[in-house]
């Protein structure tokens, strides 16, 4: 399998501007979930999913972000309209439901850089 | 405040030393999950501990989990270049949840 799937993996937009992530999981998870990576606040869930349906939306930081899961390979998270405070490394994970001992093994994709000028 | 804390926050060593990384909850865990990261990779896991006193090791790093569920260490023994990049511990603290929480991170340097 090629792993968990993340697209682009740098975008340099300016503020205002309307940016769109897009994640491909893992064939056959289950769970999939966003995160966003800072020096200041480290690693963050933002939102995840379980069979393409959102459970816990509790970390996404404003109205602005929003997140679909479309399908079980296909997931986007957009942020409109970007701001500067916004720029981080986004994160798309991966993981089984079953066994339940490896309900927590997340598969991480390379990550989405972005910078909001 | 951080519910998971990491220490040291960096480390420098010298190839070929052993070294230690601890997390620290205030909170029993109910699993705890070691990842590691290259610069301008994703997270890769390591080891997942369960159970108190659990210890796992794979290559030349260790991983164990206190008694009380509270506190991980992950040591590794003849560090190499390889071994470079940041750990983070992740816990889940509800009995069948699917959610981490992550620590701070700590970033290790391998000097010759």
């Known amino acids: 399998d090629a792993g968990v799937i993340q697209s682009p993996r740098h975008e340099v937009t300016e503020m205002g501007q309307e940016v769109t992530l897009r994640c491909k999981p893992i064939?056959?998870?289950?769970?999939l979930f966003w995160y966003r990576q800072t020096m200041m606040r480290g690693l963050e869930l933002l939102i995840y999913?379980?069979?393409?349906?959102?459970?816990?939306d509790s970390g996404m930081p404003e109205d602005r972000f929003s997140a679909k899961m479309p399908n079980a390979s296909f997931s986007t998270l957009k942020i409109q309209p970007s701001e500067p405070r916004d720029s981080a490394v986004y994160f798309c994970?991966?993981?089984?439901?079953?066994?339940?001992?490896?309900?927590?093994?997340?598969?991480f994709g390379a990550g989405t850089r972005l910078s909001v000028l | 405040s951080q519910e998971l804390e990491q220490s040291p926050q960096s480390l420098i060593v010298q190839e070929g030393k052993n070294l230690t990384i601890n997390c620290t909850s205030s909170?029993?865990?109910?699993?705890l999950y070691w990842y590691k990261q290259k610069y301008g990779e994703g997270l890769i896991f390591l080891m997942m501990?369960?159970?108190?006193?659990e210890e796992k090791s794979h290559e030349k790093i260790t991983a164990k989990l206190d008694e009380k569920k509270q506190q991980s260490s992950l040591h590794i023994t003849a560090s190499q270049p390889s071994h470079a990049g940041i750990y983070l511990c992740?816990?889940?603290?509800?009995?069948?949840?699917?959610?981490?929480?992550f620590g701070t991170g700590t970033r290790l340097t391998i000097i010759p």
């Open positions: 999913f379980n069979n393409n349906v959102p459970i816990d």
């Open positions: 064939s056959g998870h289950d769970y």
């Open positions: 992740g816990a889940d603290r509800n009995f069948g949840n699917e959610k981490l929480t």
């Open positions: 909170k029993t865990l109910y699993g």
């Open positions: 994970a991966s993981s089984l439901a079953t066994p339940w001992a490896a309900k927590n093994i997340q598969y």
């Open positions: 501990l369960q159970k108190g006193g």
